[in-house]
């Protein structure tokens, strides 16, 4: 299969707006059929390359970059963050279902969204093996992008529905927004360096949205155009993560972490023996609630 690397090309900017404004983090856009990635940053594609297959589609980054094919037959690859293939790749695995659209990761696992059916979120081991159902997506929806924020330890999804909407690990929505514009929204990212989402809004427009749903900025991305289904930014693991031993609700919080869940902190670690063997900690609540949380924990592991 063909394959080569690409110069840079420059980012056409919407009006009113400097490429310093853009995402400052690197943001991976994967386009099937012909397949091609994209790597944009500040205003600019600072990377881009034809990818091994044509229906590589879901995809994570951490420190590699991995795709996983479309259908039965279709193969995935591994590939360096400067788009040189390292030699693995990662064949289709039965036992969830086929059509995969967009993936996701958590740092331990990753995650992809399915094209038929109740669009079903499957859960797989990093390397695409062992795929198991995590939840199907609300009926009703055309569901099609599907990303992970590690911050409360929930997904996103968006798709052709102009919604954008928050779920829990069982599926259950949290909160949902509608957000402008028309057409299909694919490659949704969510970017831990302001706490924002990206997606693909079909032609060579991307945009920025808040957590509430708010439309932040649009960019035309001169090059950018064809079949784009996967995006993400790179993941990174974070640091020491326990489990909840107790979690105590106080002043009306109503989403605390549950006893037995994974807690991630902020300290810094490269070994679980850099962590503290207990936590002992008081949080806001999350996603937003009233209230505030009190856990005591276990450490688990490093990132």
């Known amino acids: ?33 012909s ?23 879901p995809l994570t980054v951490i420190d590699t970059v991995r795709t996983y094919g479309y259908r039965p ?22 036992g969830c279902g086929a059509s995969w659209l967009d993936g ?10 399915q094209y038929t059916g109740n669009r079903p979120v499957c859960r797989f081991d990093l390397n695409w093996t062992n795929p198991t159902l995590l939840f199907n997506c609300p009926p009703g929806e055309q569901w099609d992008a ?31 927004f509608t957000i402008p514009g028309g057409g299909r929204s ?9 706490d924002t989402f990206w997606m693909y ?35 990174s693991p974070g640091g020491c993560v326990y489990t909840v031993k107790k979690s105590k609700s106080k002043r009306g919080c109503e989403n605390c972490p549950e006893k037995g869940s994974d807690f991630r902190t902020d300290s810094e670690c490269e070994d679980v023996k850099d962590c503290a063997k207990k936590l002992k900690t008081t949080i806001a609540c999350p996603r937003g609630g009233n209230g505030i949380c009190k856990i005591k924990g276990k450490v688990k592991s490093c990132g």
């Not at 694919?186 to 302001?194: C, K, Q, S, T, V």
Request: no cysteine; hydrophobic share 40%; proline share 2%.
């Open 1 to 33: 299969m063909r394959r080569a690397l690409i110069a840079a090309v420059p980012l056409s900017m919407a009006v009113g707006l400097q490429p310093a404004q853009a995402q400052t983090s690197e943001y991976y856009l994967l386009r099937a059929e």
């Open 35 to 57: 397949g091609h990635m994209w790597v944009i940053q500040n205003g600019q594609v600072v990377r881009e390359w034809n990818v091994d297959g044509d229906l590589e589609i």
């Open 73 to 94: 037959g279709d193969v995935g690859t591994e590939y360096a963050l400067d788009g040189q293939m390292t030699g693995e790749h990662y064949p289709w695995v039965d």
């Open 104 to 113: 996701t990761t958590d740092g331990q696992f990753a995650y992809a969204i």
């Open 146 to 176: 599907l990303t992970y924020d590690p911050t409360d330890d929930t997904f996103w999804i968006t798709g052709r529905n102009n919604v954008l909407a928050q779920l829990d690990r069982s599926g259950n929505v949290l909160q949902r």
């Open 186 to 194: 694919a490659g949704l990212a969510y970017d831990a360096a302001d």
């Open 201 to 235: 809004r079909g032609g060579d427009l991307i945009q920025q949205y808040s957590k509430s749903g708010q439309l932040l900025q649009s960019h035309n991305v001169a090059g950018v155009s064809g079949n784009v289904w996967g995006g993400e930014f790179q993941f």
